[in-house]
Nanobody, 127 residues
């Protein structure tokens, strides 16, 4: 059974940092695209960053470039998102997601076709 469990969310002041974690289990981790998405209140869910566990290639949306870093640990089957210089507009529910048995994150669209999702972890940034 595929399972994704996020942790590390919380409340922080603008300019601060948080590190999100996602523990994955139940599928072949090494041929997977793992992504972080977020959904702010009243807005659609959007991609933030993704990484292909088979090659380490990373992708970021414009809002994340230069401030966020996605990484993973194959041995721990864990995904991370280091978020620095946080802004109030980063406030959202952050989700970990996976699409498995792919040859890259572009399979099915860079921010589409994710098969599995975690429950989310809340990030709140105050000004």
């Amino acid at each position: 059974q595929v399972r994704l469990v996020e942790s590390g969310g919380g409340s922080v002041q603008a300019g601060g940092s948080l590190r999100l974690s996602c523990t994955a289990s139940g599928y072949p981790y090494s041929t997977t695209c793992m992504g972080w998405f977020r959904q702010a209140l009243g807005k659609e869910r959007e991609g933030v960053a993704s990484i292909y566990t088979g090659g380490g290639w990373t992708y970021y949306t414009d809002s994340a470039k230069g401030r966020f870093t996605i990484s993973h640990d194959n041995a721990k089957t864990a995904l991370y998102l280091q978020m620095n210089s946080l802004k109030p507009e980063d406030t959202a529910l952050y989700y970990c997601a996976a699409k498995i048995w792919v040859t890259g994150c572009g399979n099915g669209g860079l921010w589409s076709s994710y098969n599995y999702w975690g429950q989310g972890t809340q990030v709140t940034v105050s000004s």
